[in-house]
């Protein structure tokens, strides 16, 4: 293993330590404290969520892009020309990351959610502040209808991922803003869709932090889980990522006009070196 790929490993690592870090940590001040700081202001949940994704990208895209999701290697693999070769070491470190991020929660949060559940007469072998760690289906979702909600919410992100990112799309943010939008992204899903099943749309966010969790007390709660509900959160985004990124791939990409135009100037060239060369 290069020096350079080892460097990648660790910044997915971070990136996804990071985001996990404040976005579970967000996720004990809503649920665990009575009144909730967020009771009535959810939006601040999902601008947390967001900023922790948006650091994350600050602190370590210059290293390894941070994907910091393995629905995002997936996709980047498939349409954006990423080595097959690392998809599978990206998502292990991401894992790594998740479930790190998850016992620096624990870590900080753990007396508070034991509170938590004696005072709901809860135990974490029974689901007791569960969701602070990892995500399940709201209220009238039923698995299956969970799964059809993580490919559409995790196709959404990637489309936009994709569309932010495109250094032929001149709409996208410059200057390195990027980040802080696709931030916003991550706060908008939330915002709007979140509570159908807390919006995992990242495979190691949610499965790093529910293996820690199962070490941690939480059993068959977290793993796995209440209907066996544990590989929801990594077969629908990970499908949902293709989904979105070949949408863009086919829906946008090939009409971006400044595409186009690079397109023809390199036919234009094409030409001109054919009719100045002697020997054609």
Same mark, same amino acid.
């Given at each position: ?8 490993? %660790? ?15 967000? =996720? ?12 009535? &202001? ?18 370590? !895209? ?12 997936? +996709? ?17 470190? *991401?894992? %790594? !990351? =998740? ?13 508070? %959610? ?6 709901? *007469?809860?135990?974490?072998? #029974?689901? #007791? ?31 936009? %991922?994709? &569309? ?10 410059? +200057? ?21 099943? =807390? ?11 529910? $293996? ?10 977290? $793993? ?11 077969? #629908?985004?990970?499908? #949902? ?9 086919? $829906? ?29």
């Amino acid at each position: 293993m290069s020096r350079q790929f080892l460097g990648e490993l %660790i910044s997915e690592a971070i990136a996804i330590f990071i985001i996990i870090a404040f976005g579970d940590s967000v =996720a004990c001040m809503y649920v665990l404290y009575d009144p909730s700081p967020y009771q009535n &202001a959810y939006w601040g949940v999902c601008i947390a969520w967001g900023l922790s994704v948006t650091i994350a990208i600050y602190v370590t !895209g210059s290293v390894s892009g941070t994907h910091a999701n393995p629905a995002v290697t997936l +996709a980047l693999a498939m349409f954006r020309g990423f080595s097959w070769k690392k998809v599978l070491p990206y998502w292990v470190a *991401q894992v %790594i !990351g =998740a479930f790190l991020g998850a016992a620096l929660v624990y870590v900080l949060f753990g007396p508070v %959610i034991d509170h938590f559940n004696e005072t709901h *007469q809860l135990t974490r072998v #029974g689901g #007791g502040a569960a969701g602070v760690f990892f995500t399940h289906p709201g209220l009238a979702i039923t698995p299956m209808h969970a799964l059809l909600d993580q490919i559409i919410l995790t196709a959404f992100l990637v489309f936009g %991922i994709f &569309a932010i990112t495109e250094q032929y799309n001149e709409a996208a943010p410059t +200057a390195n803003s990027g980040a802080l939008m696709i931030g916003f992204l991550v706060a908008l899903i939330g915002a709007s869709m979140g509570y159908l099943e =807390a919006w995992a749309i990242n495979p190691a966010r949610d499965f790093g932090p529910r $293996l820690f969790a199962y070490f941690a007390g939480w059993g068959a709660s977290a $793993l796995p889980s209440p209907g066996n509900y544990w590989w929801i959160p990594i077969v #629908g985004p990970l499908i #949902g990522g293709v989904v979105g990124a070949a949408a863009y791939q086919w $829906l946008i990409y090939p009409f971006l006009p400044a595409r186009m135009r690079a397109l023809d100037k390199l036919r234009m060239e094409g030409a001109s070196a054919l009719t100045s060369d002697p020997n054609k």
